[in-house]
Each structure stands twice: as structure tokens, then as C-alpha cells.
């Protein structure tokens, strides 16, 4: 079975430009998740969905953040604009209800 | 709000030596979680622990769980090279705030020849 799948793996650019950053997650799952990773702030939950709709959206730092579920095999997080303390590693995850999240490798964006 | 706390947050060990890494955490929890990541990888699963006293094993990596005390522990018998990683406990809240994990800051674990 394939795992969590992420686009792109690497996204270097410029301060102010919009950045999407892309997931699909394992058939089958029914809940997402989007978290960001810094060596300041650690593994923070940014935002999950179950069943394509947004549960809790809490974590996400700001209004420049945005997130989507258009289906059950698609996601997308948005940063526009983008700043350089944005630049960390994005992960997204999936899971078949309450069980161990399976997690993508990630996309590690540098902000300049 | 939930804060999760692992001690030691670095460790450095010999191959072949015994220890053990601490995961508290502040609030009620309905499962605890064990992750490895490798350096510049994706995190993978390693134990969910689902009520007091459960203990799961595989291979050198032993985790157990004691709610009342909020505390999880990970230990590590006759550690080899490959073992060295970072390892995150995270917890998560139930009923409606199923998805929320919350994970501890990491410990660095390298092992030493």
C-alpha cells in the first residue's frame, strides 16, 4: 500500500509569495492531520479532518494559514503570504480512526 | 491545556547498555503514543498504549503506561547502533478532541560503539 503522499518534498521562496504545500492520504483513512515541525516549537498539530471536514483548526498560527479538503484523497495547506518563520518541515498524517497516525515524509519549505 | 514532558531530552548511551526515557504529561488521556524519527525522515509508530499498566513490546524497546501516575515510559535493553533516533511520546484526548495529539519535545538518542 502506498503511504501518506506529499508534494513537494523540498519549496524554496521568496518572503510574500503564496505557497501550497499538498497531501493525499492513504485510502481508506478518514482523518488528516497537518503539523509543522521546528527545532524552537517541536511537532505542533496545526490542523485535522475527519471525513473531509475541518474538526479543529486551533493550532493554526494564523490567517495567512489556510487549509482544504476538497475529498477524501486530497489536502491542501495554503500560506499566503509567506514569511520567513514559516520555513520548518510540514507533515501531513493519516489515520483509520482512533489508531496510530501514519505520517508522509514531509516537505521542508525554506521561506527567503 | 495538555503539556507533555520527556526527560532526557538528549541521551548517549554505549551498545549494550540498559536505559530508560520518561514521558509525563498533564491531563487525562485516553492513549499514549511512541514515535521514532529519523534524522531528516517521517515519524513511524511504534507502540500505542491504550489503558493503565499496558506494556508492549519489539525487540529491545519495551514501553509501558501508568495513567494515575500520567506517565509513560520507554525502555531500552542492550542498546545497538541503530536505535539511535529521536523518540516522541504524544498523547491524545478523547470523545470529540480524538485527533488532537500533543507530542513531547523529542529525546535524542545516540548510541555509541
Known amino acids: 500500500d502506498a503511504g501518506v503522499i506529499q508534494s513537494p518534498r523540498h519549496e524554496v521562496t521568496e518572503m510574500g509569495q503564496e505557497v501550497t504545500l499538498r497531501c493525499k492520504p492513504i485510502?481508506?483513512?478518514?482523518?488528516l492531520f497537518w503539523y509543522r515541525q521546528t527545532m524552537m516549537r517541536g511537532l505542533e498539530l496545526l490542523i485535522y479532518?475527519?471525513?473531509?471536514?475541518?474538526?479543529?483548526d486551533s493550532g493554526m498560527p494564523e490567517d495567512r494559514f489556510s487549509a482544504k479538503m476538497p475529498n477524501a484523497s486530497f489536502s491542501t495547506l495554503k500560506i499566503q503570504p509567506s514569511e520567513p518563520r514559516d520555513s520548518a518541515v510540514y507533515f501531513c498524517a493519516s489515520s483509520p480512526g482512533p489508531k496510530p497516525q501514519h505520517f508522509g515524509d514531509g516537505t521542508r519549505l525554506s521561506i527567503l | 491545556e495538555l503539556k507533555v514532558e520527556q526527560n532526557p531530552l538528549f541521551l548517549s548511551m554505549q551498545e549494550g547498555k540498559n536505559y530508560t526515557i520518561y514521558c509525563n504529561y498533564s491531563?487525562?488521556?485516553?492513549?499514549l503514543y511512541w514515535y521514532r524519527q529519523d534524522p531528516g525522515k517521517s515519524l513511524e509508530s511504534l507502540f500505542v498504549l491504550l489503558s493503565n499498566g499496558a506494556v508492549k513490546q519489539e525487540g529491545r524497546l519495551m514501553a509501558s503506561l501508568d495513567t494515575k501516575a500520567r506517565l509513560s515510559t520507554l525502555h531500552i535493553t542492550a542498546a545497538v547502533h541503530d536505535l539511535s533516533a529521536t523518540y516522541f511520546c504524544?498523547?491524545?484526548?478523547?470523545?470529540?478532541?480524538?485527533?488532537?495529539?500533543?507530542f513531547g519535545q523529542g529525546t535524542i538518542l545516540t548510541v555509541h560503539p
Open positions: 491531563t487525562t488521556s485516553d492513549r
Open positions: 485510502s481508506g483513512h478518514d482523518y
Open positions: 479532518f475527519n471525513n473531509n471536514v475541518p474538526i479543529d
Open positions: 504524544a498523547v491524545i484526548t478523547g470523545g470529540t478532541s480524538y485527533g488532537k495529539l500533543t
